[in-house]
């Protein structure tokens, strides 16, 4: 009897023990997951990537934008140097065909000084420029492009360049003799000037200009394979006229 009781008693005892075990939990088992650190570096690592994508497609549509504003600018300066060539051509074309009068070469008055007392012989006095021959030349420029008097223009023009052989303007004045000939029909006198630019001022900015017009003079001459070579030059060149190169090259070749 005494050995029953003392058994019940250690079963009651170990079953108790068990329950209790059962009964507790682990707070730190219990507790939910965390993220590995590894994960959430990578999820930053997305959202970053995503954010410069982004940024990419904003950026290249800003670039598409610029582009077309700079093709349709390049499009309005070369409309614009192509209207200006035909006006220039035109009004030259135009003053080509109208006679000469007299007063187109009439001496000016103030040429002329007073009567010497002593002689009595008119003296008389040339004009005279600055050493530099800016006055000269602006005068030749204005009676080009304001008056359109290109006859005198051409006479001024000439008068630089025996005035000042080695003067600044010396390109300019080739370039403009050459555009009035070239206007005025005058094709292969133009030519000549032209090739005269080129060979003596072959870095000048005029010089792109004056290989377009000579290549344009060869084409219509029938030499188009140099003509092709000097606008495909011009057409490389980082000028205005590279421009009208490619214009000319796209539409005849």
């Known amino acids: 009897m ?21 009964q507790v939990r682990d707070p ?3 507790a939910p997951a965390t993220i ?6 990578t999820a930053n690592l997305v959202y970053d990537l995503q954010a410069l994508q982004q940024e990419v497609l904003a950026l290249r549509g800003q670039l598409e934008q610029q582009a077309h504003e700079i ?19 035109d009004i030259i074309r135009d003053q080509s065909k109208q006679p000469i009068t007299t007063d187109a070469v009439r001496v000016p008055p103030a040429s002329l000084t007073v009567p010497s007392t002593t002689t009595g012989i008119p003296q008389l006095t040339l004009p005279t420029f600055p050493s530099n021959g800016d006055e000269l030349y602006n005068t030749a420029i204005n009676m080009l492009l304001n008056q359109q008097n290109y006859a005198g223009a051409q006479e001024k023009f000439t008068e630089y360049l ?12 080739y370039y403009w003799q050459g555009q009035i000939l070239f206007a005025g029909a005058k094709k292969q006198q ?20 004056a290989k377009f017009k000579l290549a344009k003079i060869y084409f219509n001459q029938g030499k188009k394979d140099e003509a092709k070579a000097m606008l495909t030059e011009v ?3 980082n000028t ?7 214009s000319f090259l796209n539409k005849n070749y």
Not at 36 to 41: I, K, L
Request: hydrophobic content about 40%; overall charge positive.
């Open 235 to 237: 057409a490389a060149s």
């Open 36 to 41: 590995p650190p590894e994960s959430s570096a």
């Open 190 to 209: 133009a030519a000549d000037i032209f090739s005269l630019l080129i060979t003596k001022y072959p870095t000048h900015p005029k010089t792109s200009d």
């Open 71 to 89: 093709k349709r600018l390049k499009q309005q300066r070369l409309d614009d140097y192509l209207d200006l060539d035909k006006r220039l051509s």
């Open 240 to 246: 205005d006229a590279a421009l009208l190169a490619k």
């Open 28 to 30: 730190v088992a219990s």
């Open 2 to 22: 005494y050995r029953f009781s003392f058994s019940f008693v250690c079963c009651l005892l170990l079953s108790g023990f068990v329950y209790s075990q059962a």
């Open 162 to 173: 025996k005035a000042y052989p080695e003067g600044r303007y010396v390109p300019n004045v």
